[in-house]
């Protein structure tokens, strides 16, 4: 349960990008705006400054999908995780605190992938590696792998990321075909660390 008493009302919310867990923007509610956040499942505020409620992309169409929320400790915050319907920002970019991917970006990437499958396109690389089905793909990343030892053992450090990266890329392909993500790979991994 929230407590919107301590804020005199009003609660911090903390939205996060459910895939790549960048923080997309703060903001606040009150008991209503939260109510309504959790029937629509899309991010609604309390605006201080139009003194109303506020669902994020009511004009822009660019709204905040609600995937799950959290609330802390103390009851007094809120952090949602979404999926961004578009830039979240008003200027235009996907975070109000203009953040790098960094490590982050291999999750994009699998998103970018994603969208790919979705929405084919005879242009795009990953669309023409998918027409030619699992056994190219699940071969490229075979060769992708040989190319990375071989970097590691006789090529420059730039020669070796390069092939790490494609590497990365046609495993994102080959995940993606087989409709696995990298959450069930990294929750994997946890699992295999206990």
């Given at each position: 349960?929230?407590?919107?008493?301590?804020?005199?009302?009003?609660?911090?919310?903390?939205?996060?990008?459910?895939?790549?867990?960048?923080?997309?923007?703060?903001?606040?509610?009150?008991?209503?705006?939260w109510?309504?956040?959790?029937?629509?499942?899309?991010?609604?505020?309390?605006?201080?400054?139009?003194?109303?409620?506020?669902?994020?992309?009511?004009?822009?169409?660019?709204?905040l999908?609600?995937?799950?929320?959290?609330?802390?400790?103390?009851?007094?915050t809120?952090?949602i995780?979404?999926?961004?319907?578009?830039?979240?920002?008003?200027?235009?970019?996907?975070?109000?605190?203009?953040?790098?991917?960094?490590?982050?970006?291999?999750?994009?990437?699998?998103?970018?992938?994603?969208?790919?499958?979705?929405?084919?396109?005879?242009?795009?690389?990953?669309?023409?590696?998918?027409t030619k089905?699992?056994?190219?793909?699940?071969?490229k990343?075979?060769?992708?792998?040989?190319?990375?030892?071989?970097?590691?053992?006789t090529?420059?450090?730039?020669?070796?990321?390069?092939?790490?990266?494609?590497?990365?890329?046609?495993?994102?392909?080959?995940?993606?075909?087989?409709?696995?993500?990298?959450?069930?790979?990294?929750k994997?991994?946890?699992?295999?660390?206990?």
């Open positions: 349960m929230v407590d919107f008493e301590k804020g005199n009302g009003l609660v911090p919310v903390i939205v996060q990008d459910f895939q790549t867990l960048e923080v997309l923007m703060l903001g606040y509610m009150n008991d209503e705006a109510q309504k956040t959790q029937t629509e499942k899309k991010v609604t505020f309390y605006s201080r400054s139009k003194d109303r409620l506020w669902t994020k992309g009511e004009e822009s169409g660019n709204f999908q609600v995937k799950s929320y959290y609330i802390d400790c103390d009851q007094d809120i952090l995780k979404a999926e961004p319907v578009g830039p979240t920002c008003h200027t235009g970019t996907r975070s109000c605190f203009n953040t790098e991917f960094g490590a982050n970006f291999l999750l994009e990437l699998e998103r970018i992938v994603k969208h790919r499958y979705d929405f084919p396109n005879e242009e795009s690389y990953v669309n023409r590696l998918r089905g699992i056994n190219k793909i699940a071969q990343v075979g060769e992708e792998a040989v190319e990375t030892v071989i970097a590691a053992l090529e420059t450090e730039t020669d070796f990321i390069n092939e790490s990266s494609d590497l990365l890329f046609h495993l994102i392909v080959l995940l993606r075909e087989k409709g696995i993500s990298l959450e069930t790979i990294a994997n991994l946890e699992s295999r660390h206990q």
